[in-house]
Nanobody, 127 residues
Framework: QVQLVESGGGLVQAGGSLRLSCAASGRTFSNYAMGWFRQAAGKEREFVSGISRNGVRTNYAGSVKGRFTIFRDNAKNTVYLQMISLKPEDTAVYYC????????????????????WGQGTQVTVSS
């Protein structure tokens, strides 16, 4: 099991930026694909972005493509989500997740493929 701790959420005005971080425990972080999901109040959890084990492949939801960037630092056991041009509809609790069994260059987009989850960090974008 992997322990994941998110940080970096907060309150920001529309058009602003935030960088979320997710620190993972253990010594095999580079073996995991990582993903970011979000859940807005009253809505289902949705995929935001993911990155493959080797960092070569990334995937984004259409609603964030061009505004969000996912990247990882395997030496620091951390995955990041850089968010720019934030919109009120980006308001949600953001979760990072580890996919411990993905093939090397695969990024899954469904939550059932992910094995371990963080507690989440709140992002609120005011208009």
């Amino acid at each position: 099991q992997v322990q994941l701790v998110e940080s970096g959420g907060g309150l920001v005005q529309a058009g602003g930026s935030l960088r979320l971080s997710c620190a993972a425990s253990g010594r095999t972080f580079s073996n995991y694909a990582m993903g970011w999901f979000r859940q807005a109040a009253g809505k289902e959890r949705e995929f935001v972005s993911g990155i493959s084990r080797n960092g070569v492949r990334t995937n984004y939801a259409g609603s964030v493509k061009g505004r969000f960037t996912i990247f990882r630092d395997n030496a620091k056991n951390t995955v990041y989500l850089q968010m720019i041009s934030l919109k009120p509809e980006d308001t949600a609790v953001y979760y990072c997740a580890a996919d411990r069994f993905s093939p090397t260059a695969v990024v899954h987009t469904t939550s059932r493929e992910y094995d371990d989850w963080g507690q989440g960090t709140q992002v609120t974008v005011s208009s």
